[in-house]
T-cell receptor, first 114, second 110 residues
Framework: EAQVTQNPRYLITVTGKKLTVTCSQN?????MSWYRQDPGLGLRQIYY???????DKGDVPEGYKVSRKEKRNFPLILESPSPNQTSLYFC?????????????FGPGTRLLVL | GQNIDQPTEMTATEGAIVQINCTYQ??????LFWYQQHAGEAPTFLSY????GLEEKGRFSSFLSRSKGYSYLLLKELQMKDSASYLC???????????FGDGTTLTVKP
């Protein structure tokens, strides 16, 4: 089954404790992205990647890191989480190119930073 | 930069028709997407418009006017399961950067 998976789905942590949210897709997509979604707000892009070893900042990159060492994986790293990073996070992938911008989303990771 | 506006909330009756508008201002244009998101779930693709005009897909249609920076999503024969948030999104380039509107929460009442 073609899908985007994220782990963990739910996470409670404390301020300053490094964490990683994994994202994996099995569709051989070139592009991958991370978004956060907060109540009353739409999806805001954190980082995106066009290919292996190619990443760029989205609209809200502060406090986050990403890496793209393999095509299928795009982990999101919070080196020192803070309460304002409490949010619902979505990973997404797309084929890429002019006709391949349709994004397929993972199920989401709900993060609470105390 | 990108700016996308859509109404925050809409309410409609089961069986009726509802139109959700989206206006955008972009420095470039590579098409416009509509996604549906049920509460607590991931967004799912509904439609994509890159040329002016109406794209019809079953009960859902999407319209685009590039000269006016305007799109709408038309939902016909509303069903209770259509209660969801509808997100308008514009890719900024062909490189993966996208901007989403804040979403329109549609409530369908019996």
């Amino acid at each position: 089954e073609a899908q985007v998976t994220q782990n963990p789905r739910y996470l409670i942590t404390v301020t300053g404790k490094k964490l990683t949210v994994t994202c994996s897709q099995n569709m051989n997509h070139e592009y991958m992205s991370w978004y956060r979604q907060d109540p009353g707000l739409g999806l805001r892009q954190i980082y995106y990647s066009m290919n292996v070893e190619v990443t760029d900042k989205g609209d809200v990159p502060e406090g986050y890191k990403v890496s793209r060492k393999e095509k299928r994986n795009f982990p999101l790293i919070l080196e020192s989480p803070s309460p304002n990073q409490t949010s619902l996070y979505f990973c997404a992938s797309s084929l890429g190119g002019a006709d391949g911008e349709t994004q397929y989303f993972g199920p989401g990771t709900r993060l609470l930073v105390l | 930069g990108q700016n996308i506006d859509q109404p925050t909330e809409m309410t409609a009756t089961e069986g009726a028709i509802v139109q959700i508008n989206c206006t955008y201002q972009t420095s470039g244009f590579n098409g416009l997407f509509w996604y549906q998101q049920h509460a607590g779930e991931a967004p799912t693709f509904l439609s994509y418009n890159v040329l002016d005009g109406l794209e019809e897909k079953g009960r859902f249609s999407s319209f685009l006017s590039r000269s006016k920076g305007y799109s709408y999503l038309l939902l016909k024969e509303l069903q209770m399961k259509d209660s969801a948030s509808y997100l308008c999104a514009v890719p900024q380039t062909n490189a993966g950067k996208s901007t989403f509107g804040d979403g329109t929460t549609l409530t369908v009442k019996p």
